[in-house]
């Protein structure tokens, strides 16, 4: 509890001499009887009234200093935060064509992409992200939600041979800005994940960064690949999978001119650990904006003390007029 006009506390010291005034007045005898003789009155027994006798100064003293703590208009103090926040519209467009499986990163890249993707989606609280995969076709996996599990569980389905094999960046990226196409989000993000070179679809990358520039949506992206050469899936004479030895080829310069256009910016992952360095990066640059107001609401408590006050003085008038009468 707080009071709004403290000061005014000071008119308890008021009490100190009222009750010195009192005991004082007490002390040097009230009205006094001519009798004969004082034994008679000293064997008198002392009745409830003799112990009673100072209660009514005892209630106005009471009533007084509630009386005064009423005026200094005591308050009771709700501290309150409201926390409002301005996420952000994430898509994210991941590469699962067949060389997603090669053996460059652990376990390979498309693996290691889902993992570090999920942990990106994990640490955006209050954000709206998507999934959109791509090969030689490009289709969403999931729409704009804020509801990480579903999420995380339809990210964990992703696999690579789902549709036809090759590399559409461009089909790709379209797929993302159509998702985002009707977002009211102040800030569109997409972040695009690829390990090589644009040879299918029928939207080139560079004319989707341009689509996304004009509706406001920055490009994030990221080759994924070792240097130089890397264990790469391949189909053997037999029809069977094995792994050989490719050269890894990023189309860097696209993938740059994508981030230029568009206000985002070109990353290269060579590993695991740089992979989710990146994401880290991206996490930082795009933090949510989040708005905490604190505000104290404020109830008058007089009322309760007036009552009070205004309680004691009626017993005070009961017990002075009611018990202990006095010779006029």
Do not use: C
């Amino acid at each position: 509890m707080i009071f709004h006009s403290p000061h005014i506390l000071w008119l308890l010291i008021l009490l100190v001499p009222a009750a010195a005034y009192y005991i004082y007045r007490i002390r040097r005898g009230g009205a006094a009887l001519r009798i004969s003789s004082a034994a008679g009155v000293l064997r008198a027994p002392r009745t409830i009234r003799y112990y009673l006798r100072h209660v009514p100064f005892l209630l106005r003293m009471a009533a007084f200093a509630l009386l005064i703590v009423a005026l200094a208009r005591p308050q009771s103090a709700e501290h309150n935060t409201r926390t409002s926040a301005e996420g952000i519209d994430i898509m994210l467009a991941l590469d699962v064509s067949g060389s997603m499986l090669a053996r460059d990163f652990t376990p390979d890249r498309l693996e290691a992409a889902k993992e570090v993707a999920g942990s990106f989606i994990s640490d955006r609280y209050g954000d709206r992200i998507g999934l959109v995969v791509f090969a030689g076709e490009a289709f969403t996996q999931s729409p704009l939600t804020s509801d990480q599990s579903t999420l995380l569980t339809l990210l964990g389905r992703v696999r690579s041979g789902l549709i036809e094999d090759g590399t559409a960046i461009g089909n790709g990226l379209a797929t993302a800005i159509n998702r985002l196409r009707e977002s009211d989000a102040k800030s569109k993000v997409i972040i695009l994940l690829t390990d090589g070179i644009n040879n299918r679809g029928e939207i080139a990358p560079v004319m989707a960064a341009e689509i996304a520039k004009q509706m406001g949506i920055k490009v994030y992206t990221i080759g994924v690949g070792s240097e130089g050469m890397a264990p790469t899936p391949a189909i053997d004479m037999f029809g069977n999978m094995t792994f050989v030895q490719a050269k890894v080829e990023i189309d860097e310069e696209t993938l740059r001119k994508i981030a230029e256009t568009t206000g985002g910016e070109y990353f290269r992952a060579t590993d695991n650990e740089k992979l989710r360095a990146i994401y880290d990066e991206i996490n930082r640059l795009e933090k949510s904006k989040v708005e905490v107001n604190d505000f104290t609401t404020y109830t008058e408590e007089y009322l309760f003390w007036l009552l009070g006050a205004l309680a004691l003085l009626v017993v005070e008038f009961l017990t002075r007029t009611l018990i202990l009468k006095r010779i006029p």
